[in-house]
Nanobody, 125 residues
């Protein structure tokens, strides 16, 4: 089993920055991909970014490309999501998720086996 814990959420003004952390525990060696998703009130959960175990392959939703950066610290079993130039529409609960089956497609909610509890990001004007 794998457990995921997100941290770093909070309230930030538009144009500001935040960094989220996702720390994995348990059978972390079995994780192939870590993804970040978000869910705004009344909306479906959507893909934000993902990183493969190697750390050399990263993926981004078009809406966050050039503003968000995903990275990992293998020694700490932690994945980060650096979020810059935050917009009102970035307000959501952010979740990290782990794929233990190496699915080629990283953008689908159903492609992940384990989820964190989520952390709230609120961007104010």
């Amino acid at each position: 089993q794998v457990q995921l814990v997100e941290s770093g959420g909070g309230l930030v003004q538009a144009g500001g920055s935040l960094t989220l952390s996702c720390t994995a525990s348990g059978r972390t060696s079995s994780i192939y991909t870590i993804g970040w998703f978000r869910q705004a009130p009344g909306k479906e959960r959507e893909f934000v970014a993902a990183i493969r175990r190697s750390g050399t392959s990263t993926f981004y939703a078009d809406s966050v490309k050039d503003r968000f950066t995903i990275s990992r610290d293998s020694a700490a079993d932690t994945v980060y999501l650096q979020m810059n130039s935050l917009k009102l529409e970035d307000t959501a609960v952010y979740y990290c998720a782990a794929d233990r089956s190496f699915r080629f497609v990283v953008t689908q909610v159903g492609g992940y086996d384990h989820w964190g509890q989520g952390t709230q990001i609120t961007v104010s004007s």
